[in-house]
T-cell receptor, first 112, second 117 residues
């Protein structure tokens, strides 16, 4: 599985866009980029995933560079409730093993 | 619809005891995975079960075992508890993919907080 690198922490002002980077320089052609977040003391929550095209859903946007070696998760209008640890995970979409490999993630603090 | 449920919410055990944690997946999900999350770290994969069979195992000692029942609920058992087993234990369910593999859109429960003293 490709390894990911994320900054350990970031701050964002409430109402502003939060841009969370992730490096995955060893990503393979059939590996997707997944993002999860974990609000304190809760289970991780799926946010979004993508292969090579940019993706958007009701929670966030995912921008993947053309060479697929890095990506950015964008929360367009961050709120205090978006304060959480954000995990970037790279894996094939469907796998017989089914496991997710979490790194340390980025701790996002949204401040008023 | 109910999400993934886990019980108990919190548990305190003594070293050497054993513990059983329970998980009920989202209705219609046949795959259940277990993760251990030690304070300050990301979750670590322990087991995955699908159709009552073990499909994946992480790097955990044999003191850890699990099973899945016909209704797809699951139990995680840990024997001979150590202080280092203190953690948040997370259960996740997911639907199987069309090709028989497993989607990474896994849905996590709130976890069971285990404290070993």
């Amino acid at each position: 599985d490709a390894k990911t690198t994320q900054p350990p922490s970031m701050d964002c002002a409430e109402g502003r866009a939060a841009n969370l980077p992730c490096n995955h320089s060893t990503i393979s052609g059939n590996e997707y980029v997944y993002w999860y977040r974990q609000i304190h003391s809760q289970g991780p929550q799926y946010i979004i995933h993508g292969l090579k095209n940019n993706e958007t859903n009701e929670m966030a946007s995912l921008i993947i560079t053309e060479d697929r070696k890095s990506s950015t998760l964008i929360l367009p209008h961050a709120t205090l409730r978006d304060t959480a640890v954000y995990y970037c995970i790279v894996r094939v979409a469907y796998n017989q093993g089914g496991k997710l490999i979490f790194g340390q993630g980025t701790e996002l603090s949204v401040k008023p | 619809d109910a999400g993934v449920t886990q019980s108990p919410t919190h548990l305190i055990k003594t070293r050497g005891q054993h513990v059983t944690l329970r998980c009920s997946p989202i209705s219609g999900h046949k795959s259940v995975s277990w993760y251990q999350q030690v304070l300050g770290q990301g979750p670590q994969f322990i087991f995955q079960y699908y159709e009552k069979e073990e499909r994946g195992r992480g790097n955990f000692p044999d003191r850890f075992s699990a099973r899945q029942f016909p209704n797809y609920s699951s139990e995680l058992n840990v024997n001979a508890l150590l202080l280092g087993d203190s953690a948040l234990y997370l259960c996740a369910s997911s639907p199987a993919g069309a090709s028989g593999g497993f989607s990474y859109e896994q849905y996590f429960g709130p976890g069971t907080r285990l404290t070993v003293t």
